[in-house]
């Protein structure tokens, strides 16, 4: 039930949990998509106690966030067993994690007194995965070992915007770095040590990285059509 594209930590610590979950899950008549939306409770809970801006509370809120990330992977598990895969499905699973990003950067960004920083990071994540999903062709397959871990429409960036350039070793090592599952978690363990400010001057650097390979990307596959 994995996927090629899941990252370390979902390999090795969220996987595991979840296909654990999904076998129960499968005795249920439950739907991907329902599954979907039941736990979109979690991240909106999560953004109650990053607001409050403590210690304990944006733990909390972290550890709800990661729980998300592992429960996140039962709707895709269930669509496999079931032969239940849909367009729709993709496109709601990807929405909400994005929604829920964007409400999580806002609520920790407002609960640690940076509202400015967090609204950067947000409008760069929207603008990005606007150009991926708009204008940068996806990629269906590529010969590149490192574009077999990425979803299609990354793989259109990575190769639009030329940073194979610098080496597949080299591309592969960031993006395992910063895919999504390994991010929620770093982000848990720097709540651990009190360093929220960093999760925030984390993902702003990443963000705005992807969205100078998305506008490279976006306009050669515009100039090419």
């Not at 979109?40 to 210690?55: K, S």
């Not at 409008?123 to 490192?146: D, K, M, N, P, Q």
């Not at 990575?158 to 991010?183: H, W």
């Amino acid at each position: 039930m994995s996927k090629p594209q899941d990252g370390l930590v979902s390999r090795y610590l969220n996987r595991p949990i979840s296909r654990y979950i999904t076998r129960y899950l499968l005795e249920w008549s439950i739907h991907p998509s329902a599954w979907t939306m039941s736990i979109f409770v979690l991240p909106m809970l999560a953004c109650a106690f990053l607001l409050r801006g403590d210690y304990g509370s944006i733990v909390i809120g972290t550890a709800m966030y990661q729980l998300y990330s592992i429960l996140d992977g039962c709707d895709g598990e269930i669509a496999r067993a079931r032969n239940l895969e849909s367009k729709f499905g993709e496109w709601l699973d990807n929405t909400c994690d994005l929604i829920s990003s964007i409400f999580f950067l806002m609520a920790l960004g407002i609960g640690i007194r940076r509202p400015g920083e967090a609204l950067i990071c947000a409008a760069a994540i929207g603008t990005s995965e606007y150009l991926l999903s708009r204008g940068v062709r996806e990629s269906a397959s590529t010969s590149s070992a490192v574009g077999q871990t990425l979803y299609p429409r990354h793989r259109g960036m990575v190769e639009g915007s030329g940073l194979l350039a610098l080496g597949e070793g080299f591309v592969s090592a960031i993006f395992q770095a910063t895919k999504r599952d390994v991010a929620i978690f770093v982000f848990f363990l720097l709540a651990l040590f009190d360093r929220p400010n960093w999760i925030l001057h984390l993902w702003t650097t990443v963000a705005l990285a992807s969205l100078v390979l998305s506008t490279i990307a976006y306009r050669k596959s515009k100039s090419r059509s």
